[in-house]
């Protein structure tokens, strides 16, 4: 049996690091409550702050500049922050929807402190996440929420954070099978293992495992599953093992240079247009059609579908790769530079406290997360004074923090200024700020 004082002792540093790499063991992670399951995920940010310093650090030393850009850094960042959000009043759909056909239809009770109670569950877990993830590059309403972890053009731990808001209302659906027999208090260890094994592969300067290969995701099979090349598209599903990929016919090796991003690349860094663009996409494309039957398989076709094609489509109209396609990446002056970041760490403070203390509403936090609208609109100064508004009048009535309590004062005044600047159209570079 698991031991009982594990759960004091995930703060360790060994812990963490194995928890990151899916090298825990079923006695010390297997509960019998759901309420007894360590937030492996909330608890992981240190190692994911450590992990993406180092990839920083090895990637100047390795190439002489940076992997990974200010713009699409930040900006993956915090759509994992967004996508976050909803936990702050709900649990997860996955597990709340787990436990409610675990309750009333359980044909099988596994026991739960059984290693191969854990050990399959495991497996489940990673074959459902193959199906999670293979419908949501074929069918389009899904693919409206996943194209957000595709939509950089650069391949780094940063990129791993990229996640969607929505894509959590529908992935829930294909783990219900699996709760028919697996525990939940094990269901909810391992899906937070399988995302968090996930996040380490999303490197380039991890080149080849050798025969860890054969089996396991690596950072080389995760590549081409990021890539737009022609023979990456839909490819290497699989979260933890390969091997789905290899049994089901989805399996590409690395070949020629992989090129990032989505098919159509979209140019932008404003958060909530990286989020939400392709929902518009689909309704706009499916007014086009006469037809119901049209209109319909614009949302559960593939996003490659047209009338008179198969199910998912092809890729005639595919712009060509060439390898020579050059990553989004505008030029900033060093003063907007040094805003993004400063106005970066505070909100980053503001959600650490709110998923320590869960004491904030939820649409407060939601004003304050449009930090990250650095918006290239007529009335980006407006919204900008809005934002920082909301900052002062948080730290006011301490439904935040700054980074340091000297700091208090100076972060008060900081945004009283810029809401001066942006009011009078005085700021350098505010009105034209870009969507990040």
Not at 204 to 224: A, M, Q, S, Y
Not at 329 to 350: A, G, K, M
């Amino acid at each position: 049996k698991r031991n009982p004082g594990y759960a004091a002792e995930l703060g360790s540093l060994s812990a963490g690091v194995r928890t990151m790499f899916f090298m825990l063991t079923p006695n010390e992670s297997a509960f019998e409550k759901v309420e007894d399951v360590p937030q492996y995920v909330q608890q992981a940010t240190p190692f994911f702050v450590g992990l993406m310093v180092l990839e920083l650090v090895v990637g100047v030393l390795k190439t002489g500049g940076s992997v990974v850009p200010l713009g699409d850094g930040l900006t993956s960042i915090s759509a994992g922050m967004i996508s976050r959000l909803p936990l702050l009043v709900m649990r997860g759909c996955e597990l709340t929807a787990y436990m409610y056909v675990w309750d009333r239809y359980c044909l099988v009770e596994l026991p739960w402190d059984s290693a191969w109670t854990w050990w399959f569950t495991f497996l489940g877990v990673d074959f459902c996440y193959y199906w999670v993830h293979r419908f949501a590059h074929e069918v389009s309403i899904i693919w409206a929420a996943h194209q957000v972890h595709h939509s950089s053009e650069y391949y780094n731990l940063t990129t791993a954070l990229r996640q969607s808001l929505t894509q959590q209302f529908t992935s829930w659906i294909f783990y219900l099978p699996l709760a028919l027999v697996a525990p939940p208090a094990i269901f909810a260890v391992h899906i937070q293992l399988n995302l968090l094994y996930q996040f380490w592969i999303h490197t380039e300067l991890i080149r080849d495992l050798g025969p860890l290969e054969w089996v396991f995701n690596t950072p080389k099979h995760h590549r081409v599953h990021h890539g737009r090349n022609l023979y990456c598209i839909d490819k290497n599903y699989g979260g933890i093992l390969i091997i789905w990929d290899r049994l089901f016919g989805t399996f590409a090796l690395e070949s020629d240079k992989v090129v990032y991003g989505l098919v159509f690349p979209i140019k932008t860094f404003e958060i909530l247009y990286v989020q939400l663009h392709y929902y518009l996409y689909l309704w706009r494309r499916s007014n086009t059609y006469k037809t119901i039957s049209n209109k319909l398989s614009t949302f559960v076709k593939g996003p490659s579908w047209k009338p008179g094609k198969a199910r998912l489509g092809d890729h005639i109209d595919n712009p060509k790769v060439t390898g020579q396609e050059v990553p989004h990446s505008p030029s900033w002056s060093l003063p907007l530079q040094v805003y993004v970041v400063i106005h970066f760490l505070l909100v980053l403070r503001t959600y650490h406290d709110l998923f320590e203390n869960k004491m904030v509403r939820i649409r407060k936090t939601v004003k304050e997360y449009t930090h990250i609208n650095f918006i290239r609109w007529p009335t980006a100064a407006v919204l900008e004074t809005l934002r920082c508004v909301v900052m002062v009048t948080m730290q006011r009535y301490s439904y935040m923090t700054p980074l340091l309590p000297s700091l208090a004062v100076a972060t008060e005044g900081h945004n009283t200024v810029v809401m001066s600047l942006t009011h009078l159209n005085f700021g350098p570079f505010l009105p034209n700020i870009p969507r990040i």
